[in-house]
């Protein structure tokens, strides 16, 4: 298959490369809007507010689980990967948002949680009772918990071990997350087959992609440590044949919290490719980092490591997500940093990482909230959004877990934010009331009414980056800048040919970053556009010109930063705001 051919399917012509010009969104179903009054947001709900979604720019909404479920890890513990939890709604209505997405040329992202089950579905339920029954090997049984003592804890604050002793089978199963999640067996082939027809089930609804939930941990070794081995590869590559052979055009997303080669390896290789995403981990806490020391140099390193990615592949930059602030995957030193800037209080804290939102993490200020939402919309890959961030959600870290920023959506400054209309101590969680991010303060309604606002704000960076596609198709160089506080770099993108469908004209863009929290002045040096001018992407203002060496100094405010497009403005003045 030819990925720069445009893909026919009845009735829709895709850009097959649709994933790497997308600004997504994740929503939560139980979290955004009850329709119905019982205190839990639902899929009609969300069909709702699909305008809003419109409104803001989102292409592509990542929705988290809403399989039937106990719900005792927030719908990642599935009961069964064919039904919908009765509280969110039904398959027709999961098939009329899908369409309703899709009449908005929107797309929806599903997650899959392949590594593991709840312990209520029925293959554990048979497995435990029928050890010899078709499910007996459907889990990953033991007679020993001292199997494996490489594999680390995920849960930290939750489990001691990756083993539990099952009274009834009387052998112990493996669990890298919650005790109740056990992992599925995929040694056996059955339990792979099983996986595939679930893809198949969801793929042929019209869902656009599926994020891998948990995907590194799919199979384990003697000689290994859990993450990424051999056969997990093995496993994605007959996974994306399924999809590009059936159903091309859709996307697989990798959830690896690993180091920088490790999450590329998720990707595969041109030849054999996995996932065509992978949430790019090791840059996020490198991000929020910077913010507090000031200092670039971190995010220079990681970004200007070359990790040769396949040429279909796209990162997922996020800020947040519906978990914790993973720390994993920095060193000590920088951890304890981390946790002294942004989670002084030790509530404030989850297992190795912080349970916090991103207005709240970042103390309310709106030069760091713009400052992070820059990068998150310029560095390489595609923004995913964490619903409420755009309107500057805070958390409520009284409510156990990830649940503190987990809260339902403020829409205006009634009761229950606009989010239900049930008894208040009905909701699913409380909303949240506190003094800075009390809903009757921050709610979509009064962030519409002002100009100023942080949604309008985000609204109009979504609408400059989807302007140009350089920023999701485009490649990356770090450029040299004699300020330790500033990272900058170009974006360059050779454009479509001419006469295609995505006819874009070749662009080049210095995006410059000050962590600095006070005035600077940079020079920043790119000796190959030397001569060249610059100009302001949101307004078209002319700045200071590269000079003959290629260098240029540019003042900026505290944690400021600037989108300027290189070049002459042949095509009229880049603007788009
Ligand atoms: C993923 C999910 C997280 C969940 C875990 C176990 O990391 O993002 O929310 O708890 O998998 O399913
Ligand atoms: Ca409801």
Not at 405 to 431: C, E, H, I
Not at 480 to 490: G, I, K, Y
Request: one cysteine or more; glycine letters at 8%.
């Amino acid at each position: 298959m030819s990925f720069t051919a445009p893909i026919q399917l009845p009735g829709l012509t895709l850009d097959p490369l649709w994933y790497r010009r997308s600004v997504f969104y994740e929503v939560l179903v139980r979290g955004f809007v009850d329709s119905n009054g019982d205190g839990t947001g639902d899929l009609a709900g969300l069909i709702s507010r699909l305008d809003y979604l419109q409104w803001l720019g989102v292409d592509a909404l990542w929705i988290p689980p809403f399989f039937n479920s106990p719900l005792r890890d927030g719908g990642y513990d599935v009961s069964d990967y064919r039904s919908i939890l009765p509280e969110f709604g039904t398959l027709d209505e999961f098939q009329e948002l899908v369409t309703k997405a899709h009449e908005r040329n929107m797309r929806i992202i599903m997650d899959l949680p392949l590594n593991h089950t709840s312990d209520q579905h029925e293959w554990f339920q048979q497995s435990r009772s029928d050890p010899d029954g078709p499910y007996g090997d459907y889990y990953v049984w033991s007679d020993t918990d001292e199997k494996w003592p490489d594999i680390r804890i995920i849960f930290t604050d939750y489990e001691e071990s990756n083993w539990a002793f099952d009274s009834e089978r009387r052998q112990f199963y493996f669990h890298r997350f919650f005790s109740h999640q056990p992992d599925l067996n995929y040694n056996n082939p059955a339990v792979a087959e099983e996986i595939f027809e679930i893809t198949r089930f969801w793929l042929s609804m019209g869902v656009d992609g599926l994020r891998l939930d948990a995907v590194p941990y799919l199979y384990e070794s003697d000689e290994g440590n859990g993450e990424g081995e051999p056969p997990t590869h093995e496993f994605l590559k007959k996974l994306r044949n399924l999809v590009d052979t059936e159903f091309p055009g859709r996307v697989l997303i990798a959830e690896a919290n690993q180091w920088p080669r490790e999450v590329a390896a998720f990707f595969g290789t041109d030849e054999e490719p996995e996932c065509h995403m992978a949430f790019d981990f090791p840059v996020m806490p490198r991000i929020f980092y910077s913010l507090r020391s000031q200092q670039a140099d971190e995010l220079v390193r990681v970004l200007s490591e070359t990790t040769d990615i396949p040429e279909t592949a796209g990162w997922g930059i996020f800020l947040r997500n519906h978990d914790e602030l993973t720390l994993e995957m920095v060193s000590e030193e920088y951890r304890q940093a981390m946790y002294g800037w942004y989670a002084y209080d030790p509530r404030m804290r989850v297992n190795v990482g912080i349970r916090r939102r991103l207005a709240t993490l970042l103390d309310n200020s709106r030069a760091e909230l713009e400052l992070a939402h820059a990068l998150l919309f310029s560095l390489p890959g595609s923004p995913f959004l964490y619903y409420g961030d755009e309107i500057g959600m805070g958390d409520n870290i009284w409510l156990p877990d990830r649940d503190a920023s987990r809260t339902p959506m403020q829409w205006t400054p009634d009761r229950n934010a606009g989010f239900s209309s049930a008894d208040p101590g009905k909701l699913y969680l409380p909303v949240v009331q506190s003094l800075v991010y009390n809903y009757s303060l921050v709610n979509v309604e009064s962030q519409l009414a002002q100009s100023r606002s942080l949604l309008h704000w985000v609204r109009n960076v979504i609408h400059v980056r989807k302007a140009h596609p350089t920023f999701g198709l485009g490649s990356m160089t770090v450029v040299d800048s004699d300020h330790e506080s500033v990272l900058a770099f170009v974006r360059s993108y050779e454009g479509a040919a001419s006469g295609t469908q995505f006819g874009d004209a070749p662009e080049n863009v210095l995006c410059v970053f000050s962590f600095a929290h006070n005035p600077i002045s940079v020079t920043i040096r790119a000796p190959e556009h030397a001569g060249s001018d610059l100009y302001d992407l949101f307004g078209g203002a002319k700045f200071p010109a590269f000079d003959e060496n290629g260098e240029v100094t540019i003042t900026m405010g505290s944690q400021q930063f600037f989108w300027l497009h290189i070049g002459t403005p042949s095509r009229g003045l880049p603007r788009t705001a």
